[in-house]
């Protein structure tokens, strides 16, 4: 079945809806009442390729990424704070939260505009997409280089942003992609990228 941007992305929020633990997760981040909040990377990206493979059951994430873009408030300390109320509603989920607004420093990266233009910057492009619950129960998808890159089963580097090539390369070896998922073509990085 070929797929055009509208089903690729009303396949991808029928993934995630009919994923009760990620529903949970998302109404979990949502009672924070964050702003321009998303659970981003593997959160949407794993849900994809385990659909693409076939998988019965979910591939286990390391650990679920939360960001938000607060100016006013960027200190690592109320990531902590938020990493424990999230892990008072889930304790068996690993967070991780990263305000947006202070991440362009540690990336070496010009100050980001908000948390779509922070995802637009992340190592691989299939990684660049993250999904919000919003109060009205639907779901805001953001995908920077848009979903047929998520649905491709391409890994590719960000070709915007130009990260050491050893960062892709170690990226998809030590994450173990291809043992997980082995339908996957990797466009190694290369210094011609």
Not at 18 to 42: K, N
Not at 144 to 151: D, T
Request: with cysteine.
């Amino acid at each position: 079945m070929a797929r055009n941007s509208d089903s690729m992305l009303a396949e991808t929020e029928d993934l995630i809806r009919a994923d009760s633990w990620r529903m949970d997760c998302l109404r979990a981040v949502r009672s924070l009442q964050l702003p321009d909040w998303y659970i981003g990377a593997g959160f949407v990206r794993n849900a994809i390729w385990d659909a693409l493979h076939e998988k019965p059951v979910r591939t286990p994430l390391n650990d679920v990424d939360l960001i938000y873009f607060d100016r006013a408030d960027r200190g690592a300390a109320t990531e902590a704070r938020l990493e424990g109320r999230l892990t008072a509603l889930m304790p068996d989920v690993v967070w991780q939260v990263r305000d947006q607004a202070r991440m362009h420093i540690p990336n070496q990266h010009p100050p980001y505009r908000d948390s779509a233009h922070a995802i637009a910057h992340w190592p691989e492009t299939q990684t660049c997409v993250g999904v919000r619950l919003e109060t009205a129960d639907t779901l805001t998808i953001v995908a920077p280089y848009g979903l047929a890159e998520n649905w491709s089963l391409r890994v590719t580097p960000n070709p915007e942003v130009p990260y050491p090539v050893e960062v892709f390369n170690q990226r998809v070896r030590g994450k173990r992609w291809l043992e997980i998922w082995p339908r996957l073509q990797v466009h190694w990085a290369s210094d011609g990228r």
